[in-house]
């Protein structure tokens, strides 16, 4: 029998994946609660321990925004064109998608952009990367320097620099697929400091601040709003209960509305005048689809037309907010889908949990396993050579309001938009 130190390596791997697993499956429970997946007495207790706790969460967003609304908070104004993308919802809007086709398009345009990311569950550590604490020198308009924390440089716009790791599965799959666009990545919580950095060390004249409608300490021109064409409100109830970061109301506060998620041919008129009018009445609403391209081998890059698919059993494996939207878009494509596996929103896959995936598929006999992209960023660094692993490459497509689409371009790159009023 093997006897370990506690200070033992392997010890403290085991330690470590234990510890993993735990916070997996307690995510993973909570979040069953709160779709009213789980039930029991314990379930029922903690929805209604949350929801009691979604009164107190609405009435904190209410004075932080008033906060804001009568000047007892500041934003802070970078002197550059600043476009919010984000959302009401926790996750599953498609909103990275949605910011690279902004990014590639405003840099075609002519605009130097940078995209703003937090790096959301990005560890931040790298040997690449100065400490947490290292600071750069910022000088504002009076003259004056002042110490800003150093962001983290996902890419300058001609390498990726950091991994997905370091810089969060989002931020450093935008890096790779914004590379020919030539559009760099910044992650910081600190937003505004890392616009003064993309500002001073880029020359960005126009920020992209990804997942910013929450984020009212920098100041924008635009704030583009996403609605889940099949959850527009998730649950209908605010966090901790429920998926909404915000009552629906405030999405007036929105300039344009991209509707994701959009079944083509599908006449969405009623749905809009029912659930988007109410709150907004003024916004253009843009409908649009996440549309496959193609399939890519995540080890040798081999690209596969999306007919590949027809007719194959396929294992399934997602870690994303709305892993039923994937699983449902392989059903389009002809796939037949023989195991699945789910992981919350984020979750870092480990070399175990591939290989004994990779195993069931193969005792199961079938003929690829299919993920999505931004979850293949998230694998471990290892070849799968007993069976082939593909990711979906899907981009936006606009189905209905391009002229809108237009016009909202065209308002960034003529900078003549006006900041939106915070809504109560």
């Given at each position: 029998?093997?006897?370990?130190?506690?200070?033992?390596?392997?010890?403290?791997?085991?330690?470590?994946?234990?510890?993993?697993?735990?916070?997996?499956?307690?995510?993973?429970?909570?979040?069953?609660?709160?779709?009213?997946?789980?039930r029991g007495f314990r379930a029922t207790a903690l929805r209604t321990g949350l929801h009691g706790l979604s009164f107190v969460a609405r009435g904190l967003?209410?004075?932080?925004?008033?906060?804001?609304?009568?000047?007892?908070?500041?934003?802070?104004?970078?002197?550059?064109?600043?476009?919010?993308?984000?959302?009401?919802?926790?996750?599953?809007?498609?909103?990275?998608?949605?910011?690279?086709?902004?990014?590639?398009?405003?840099?075609?345009?002519?605009?130097?952009?940078?995209?703003?990311?937090?790096?959301?569950?990005?560890?931040?550590?790298?040997?690449?990367?100065?400490?947490?604490?290292?600071?750069?020198?910022?000088?504002?308009?009076?003259?004056?320097?002042?110490?800003?924390?150093?962001?983290?440089?996902?890419?300058?716009?001609?390498?990726?620099?950091?991994?997905?790791?370091?810089?969060?599965?989002?931020?450093?799959?935008?890096?790779?697929?914004?590379?020919?666009?030539?559009?760099?990545?910044?992650?910081?919580?600190?937003?505004?400091?890392?616009?003064?950095?993309?500002?001073?060390?880029?020359?960005?004249?126009?920020?992209?601040?990804?997942?910013?409608?929450?984020?009212?300490?920098?100041?924008?021109?635009?704030?583009?709003?996403?609605?889940?064409?099949?959850?527009?409100?998730?649950?209908?109830?605010?966090?901790?209960?429920?998926?909404?970061?915000?009552?629906?109301?405030?999405?007036?506060?929105?300039?344009?509305?991209?509707?994701?998620?959009?079944?083509?041919?599908?006449?969405?008129?009623?749905?809009?005048?029912?659930?988007?009018?109410?709150?907004?009445?003024?916004?253009?609403?843009?409908?649009?689809?996440?549309?496959?391209?193609?399939?890519?081998?995540?080890?040798?890059?081999?690209?596969?037309?999306?007919?590949f698919l027809r007719d194959k059993y396929v294992g399934a494996l997602s870690g994303i907010a709305v892993p039923q939207s994937f699983e449902n878009g392989?059903?389009?494509?002809?796939?037949?889908?023989?195991?699945?596996?789910?992981?919350?929103?984020?979750?870092?896959?480990?070399?175990?949990?591939?290989?004994?995936?990779?195993?069931?598929?193969?005792?199961?006999?079938?003929?690829?396993?299919?993920?999505?992209?931004?979850?293949?960023?998230?694998?471990?660094?290892?070849?799968?050579?007993?069976?082939?692993?593909?990711?979906?490459?899907?981009?936006?497509?606009?189905?209905?309001?391009?002229?809108?689409?237009?016009?909202?371009?065209?308002?960034?790159?003529?900078?003549?938009?006006?900041?939106?009023?915070?809504?109560?």
């Amino acid at each position: 029998m093997a006897v370990f130190r506690l200070d033992s390596p392997r010890r403290h791997d085991n330690l470590e994946q234990h510890m993993k697993e735990s916070l997996e499956g307690l995510e993973q429970f909570a979040t069953e609660v709160i779709l009213g997946e789980r039930r029991g007495f314990r379930a029922t207790a903690l929805r209604t321990g949350l929801h009691g706790l979604s009164f107190v969460a609405r009435g904190l967003i209410r004075l932080r925004l008033k906060l804001y609304r009568d000047r007892v908070k500041h934003d802070h104004n970078l002197g550059c064109l600043v476009i919010s993308i984000g959302n009401l919802t926790m996750g599953g809007t498609g909103k990275t998608p949605v910011v690279e086709l902004f990014a590639r398009t405003l840099a075609e345009r002519g605009r130097r952009v940078v995209v703003l990311s937090r790096g959301y569950k990005s560890s931040g550590v790298s040997a690449k990367r100065p400490g947490k604490f290292a600071r750069w020198k910022h000088r504002v308009a009076t003259g004056r320097e002042i110490e800003m924390p150093l962001p983290r440089i996902v890419s300058d716009g001609d390498r990726v620099l950091l991994g997905s790791e370091e810089a969060g599965d989002e931020p450093f799959m935008l890096a790779q697929n914004l590379l020919k666009s030539k559009v760099p990545i910044v992650v910081n919580r600190d937003r505004v400091a890392g616009g003064s950095y993309a500002i001073d060390h880029f020359g960005a004249d126009t920020l992209i601040l990804d997942d910013g409608l929450q984020y009212l300490r920098l100041k924008r021109r635009l704030d583009i709003v996403l609605v889940d064409r099949q959850q527009p409100w998730g649950n209908n109830y605010i966090l901790p209960r429920g998926t909404l970061r915000e009552p629906p109301r405030n999405l007036r506060r929105a300039s344009y509305i991209f509707l994701t998620k959009c079944v083509p041919g599908e006449d969405n008129s009623e749905f809009i005048e029912r659930e988007i009018r109410p709150y907004n009445r003024t916004a253009e609403v843009i409908e649009c689809t996440h549309r496959p391209l193609y399939l890519r081998n995540g080890v040798t890059g081999e690209k596969k037309p999306l007919h590949f698919l027809r007719d194959k059993y396929v294992g399934a494996l997602s870690g994303i907010a709305v892993p039923q939207s994937f699983e449902n878009g392989l059903d389009r494509l002809g796939a037949k889908i023989e195991l699945r596996k789910r992981f919350t929103d984020h979750y870092r896959f480990t070399d175990k949990e591939i290989r004994e995936f990779v195993q069931r598929c193969i005792n199961r006999d079938v003929h690829a396993i299919i993920t999505t992209e931004k979850d293949w960023v998230r694998f471990p660094d290892v070849t799968y050579s007993e069976i082939p692993v593909y990711y979906l490459r899907i981009q936006v497509e606009i189905l209905k309001g391009h002229d809108a689409w237009e016009n909202c371009v065209s308002r960034i790159c003529d900078r003549g938009v006006r900041a939106p009023a915070l809504a109560l």
